[in-house]
């Protein structure tokens, strides 16, 4: 459900030049609905297994230059494969399309991701890089790895059927303040707005999320943030495997020079980094 939701903020900032927060996302409770989807999706969660993901996202950005109201929005939509782990996300493979209204669509790329690892490409990366390379290796700080944040854990679920409402079969709404999914009073004013759609089999067939953030205190940074994430599911259950690319043809992002660099970027390698 994060959806890369840290790139589209650190892309929203170098587009508008404005300092921006992380994404933050709650819910709300009207109605408790059976737990059985719950334990549908930890049962998926076991190495070996993996889902079908498609997911498009956007966040648009509100403010003010001097008495004139400026908007900023990045899009972003991502398809590919989720490998699982013992109760987790292990690895994802995913082809990764961004794009804004003031600076039009970038070149897509795609992104195998697995521990704190992210390994970029695209034709014009690799042409980009020193002969025999023509994948780009980032080490994500800290334990965690952002790419693997794709779909929704079994902790967030459970606590959006716990305190959703259902509405028509097998689909659930609710509304909150953003500090309550947080579990975290410093996560600024806001509010959510998601659905849950699920199979026969209680199994998620899609999300969609809508959060409205505002700046704390007296910041002037922004007016509103605007997140929207859609998430569709399928082939649950499949047998899925992702490896890392060959050692021979990876060469980390630190190693690049300032005109190698320039060009992966050109050629469409995230300018933030993959995370």
């Known amino acids: 459900m994060k959806l890369?939701?840290?790139?589209?903020?650190?892309?929203?900032?170098?587009?508008?030049?404005?300092?921006?927060?992380?994404?933050?996302?709650?819910?709300?409770?009207?109605?408790?609905?059976?737990?059985?989807?719950?334990?549908?999706?930890?049962?998926?969660?076991?190495?070996?297994?993996?889902?079908?993901?498609t997911e498009s996202s956007s966040i648009t950005l509100d403010f003010t230059t001097g008495d004139q109201a400026m908007q900023v929005q990045v899009n972003t939509r991502t398809a590919g494969t989720l490998a699982f782990g013992k109760g987790n996300v292990a690895a994802a493979d995913l082809r990764v399309r961004m794009s804004s209204r003031q600076q039009g669509p970038k070149?897509?790329?795609?992104?195998?991701?697995?521990?704190?690892?992210?390994?970029?490409?695209?034709?014009?990366?690799?042409?980009?890089?020193p002969s025999g390379r023509s994948w780009i290796q980032s080490k994500a700080d800290g334990r965690e790895n952002s790419v693997l944040g794709m779909g929704v854990t079994s902790a967030e679920l459970q606590f959006m059927v716990k305190n959703a409402s259902e509405v028509a079969t097998g689909e659930y709404q609710?509304?909150?303040?953003?500090t309550d999914f947080r579990h975290?009073?410093?996560?600024?004013?806001?509010?959510?707005?998601?659905?849950?759609?699920?199979?026969?089999?209680?199994?998620?067939?899609?999300t969609v999320v809508d959060t409205t953030a505002y700046p704390d205190g007296d910041s002037t940074a922004y007016d509103q943030m605007v997140f929207h994430t859609?998430?569709?599911?399928?082939?649950?259950?499949?047998?899925?495997?992702i490896a890392a690319p060959a050692a021979g043809k990876v060469i980390s992002e630190k190693k690049l020079n300032a005109k190698t660099r320039k060009a992966a970027i050109k050629a469409g390698y995230p300018e933030s980094g993959p995370f």
């Open 4 to 53: 890369l939701f840290a790139g589209l903020v650190a892309t929203a900032a170098a587009v508008s030049v404005v300092a921006v927060p992380a994404q933050a996302a709650s819910v709300a409770s009207v109605q408790a609905a059976p737990v059985d989807p719950v334990k549908a999706l930890k049962a998926q969660l076991t190495p070996g297994k993996g889902v079908k993901i």
């Open 107 to 129: 070149p897509p790329y795609r992104v195998i991701a697995e521990g704190r690892n992210a390994y970029v490409t695209n034709a014009g990366i690799a042409k980009a890089l």
């Open 174 to 178: 609710g509304t909150a303040k953003l």
């Open 184 to 206: 975290d009073k410093s996560a600024g004013e806001g509010n959510v707005e998601f659905h849950l759609y699920f199979d026969q089999h209680n199994l998620l067939t899609r």
């Open 230 to 241: 859609d998430t569709k599911y399928s082939g649950w259950g499949a047998k899925v495997k």
